[in-house]
């Protein structure tokens, strides 16, 4: 339950990462910028229904398993160890 927790948090932080950097995309000058930046955030608000039924599922499946307790939707993915971009 807890990878399952994890999982669903970390595709739902990627998913309003890209959307929000979409937004940005569409401050853009060009056109066929613009144009992908739509495209993207359609598809964005698709993933997200998507996790949204994901998110749903697994409060039904918590709720299951009195034992295991909550998912945790909060918890962070530790992010030490992963490779970063070189600075400009």
């Given amino acids: ?4 927790g994890l999982t669903a948090r970390a595709l739902t932080d990627m998913t309003a990462s890209v959307t929000a950097f979409s937004f940005e995309l ?3 000058e060009d056109q066929v910028t613009r144009a992908a930046a739509r495209k993207m955030i359609d598809r964005m608000m ?3 229904a998507g996790l949204d039924e994901h998110w749903r599922l697994l409060a039904e499946l918590s709720a299951d398993y009195p034992g295991q307790g ?6 962070q993915i530790p992010s030490e160890g992963l490779p970063r971009l070189p600075p400009n």
């Fill in 1 to 4: 339950m807890t990878l399952l």
């Fill in 46 to 48: 698709s993933i997200s």
């Fill in 26 to 28: 569409l401050r853009s």
């Fill in 70 to 75: 909550p998912v945790d939707t909060t918890a």
